[in-house]
């Protein structure tokens, strides 16, 4: 056993060190974004927002996408139904607002999921003057130069897709909220200048052309994931995404512990079926750092027991917890930079951004576990069967 664990243990050393140069670089790229001028290309664009029901700072949310600065745009909020409680907040913003907003009533998938749905029937019934089509969430808060920062690179016709990144700010002090955040703030520096990013649905802007050519309507037919059916429909056709950091977007979020395992589990799942060269390194890299961690303790407690000095074992053991909180550090340093409205809310809950981000694994290899046995999620009071990318089936709850 102990010499597992060493060979784990020089192992998950040797990828702390190098995940920390990632995010050095990761940061070093952040920084050089904030610095750039992005310029002066602001095309007709429609901002399409999916809704349902109500969430925390749900009219706060819809009210920031009025408001970005020098662009020329539209929105169009989208429901599936014409009940949904929703409603009467979406028409009320849509009638007060300083652009012009549109209020869609997409109807009841058949063979797809809601969201898929509803931007589908949305983008069917956009007139043809719209050149951009930018995709965003009711639970996002962007700020006011978000939408001309992720349009802006736009200009370059060799550019697929800009996209980004929500950073969940808990809105509740309690433990399953804490541990949302904490799980969600790694995929921040999944995205990066020069790797292989993939669009995510709150914050993505591709020029419609580029989208009808590469084929994203047919492609989200059958399927339960927006981001990640674009995303696979610009690779088949070698679209360059372009990760835009200064447009990280925050999400004030709470939940329970119930709520925690659906949403971890849904993104895990829906990861596994529609991109699982990402999901297989992911749920290795999880497992050994968590085998690593509890060998390392049943070696730590079984020498102490033995009245054995554990010293080495013990450095070995937390050597990597050490550098994925130095990792975490480096990421909540360019997250502050980057959203500075939101940056006394972050450092004073950069606990659970730095040292409980470090137990995130054990939830996360959890969730690897559970995408395993299932193929069925639940997302807003729906269920779905992914049975592949192209095949969703909705199934009764």
């Known amino acids: 056993m102990e010499t597992l ?3 784990l243990a020089f192992l998950q050393t040797l990828l702390g060190v190098y995940l920390i140069w990632q995010g050095l670089q990761w940061l070093g790229y952040l920084r050089r974004r904030l610095h750039t001028d992005p310029g002066f290309y602001a095309p007709r664009v429609a901002v399409l927002c999916p809704c349902k029901g109500i969430e925390p700072g749900l009219e706060r949310n819809l009210l920031s996408l009025t408001e970005f600065d020098r662009q020329n745009y539209e929105i169009f909020f989208i429901l599936a139904s014409g009940s949904d409680p929703a409603r009467s907040i979406v028409e009320r ?8 907003a549109h209020v869609v009533i997409a109807g009841i998938p058949s063979n797809s999921g809601e969201k898929v749905n509803n931007l589908r029937v949305a983008v069917e019934q956009l007139p043809p003057e719209f050149e951009v089509l930018v995709f965003t969430d009711s639970d996002g808060r962007p700020g006011k130069s978000w939408l001309h920062h992720l349009v802006a690179p736009l200009s370059d016709v060799r550019i697929g897709a800009t996209t980004t990144m929500r950073w969940l700010l808990p809105n509740r002090s309690n433990l399953p909220t804490a541990l949302l955040a904490a799980w969600n703030a790694p995929v921040v520096t999944m ?4 790797g292989r990013n993939f669009c995510w649905g709150g914050g993505t802007a591709i020029r419609r052309s580029i989208f009808e050519q590469s084929g994203v309507m047919e492609e989200w037919r059958n399927s339960v994931s927006d981001d990640y059916s674009l995303t696979r429909a610009l690779e088949r056709n070698n679209r360059l995404i372009v990760f835009i950091p200064e447009c990280l977007t925050l999400s004030y979020v709470e939940t329970d512990f119930h709520g ?3 949403f971890t589990n849904r993104q895990i799942l829906i990861t596994r079926v529609y991109a699982e060269k990402v999901w297989a390194p992911a749920a290795a890299t999880h497992l050994l750092y968590c085998v690593t961690l509890l060998l390392g303790v049943i070696l730590i407690l079984s020498d102490f027991f033995e009245q054995r000095p554990a010293f080495h074992i013990a450095t070995l053991t937390f050597l990597p917890v050490l550098l ?5 550090s480096i990421r909540l340093i360019g997250v502050t930079e980057a959203l500075p409205a939101g940056r006394s809310q972050i450092t004073g809950q950069a606990w659970i951004y730095v040292l409980l981000t470090v137990l995130v694994p054990f939830l996360y290899t959890a969730n690897f576990v559970n995408s395993l046995i299932t193929r069925k999620i639940r997302w807003r009071s729906m269920a779905y069967e992914l049975i592949s990318p192209e095949q969703t089936r909705i199934v009764p709850l």
Not at 191 to 194: A, F, G, N, R, W
Not at 324 to 328: D, L
């Open 5 to 7: 664990f060493y060979l």
């Open 93 to 100: 913003l849509a009638a007060n607002s300083r652009v012009k």
């Open 191 to 194: 995205l990066s200048e020069k």
């Open 260 to 262: 925690l395992l659906e």
């Open 324 to 328: 994925s909180a130095i990792r975490s």
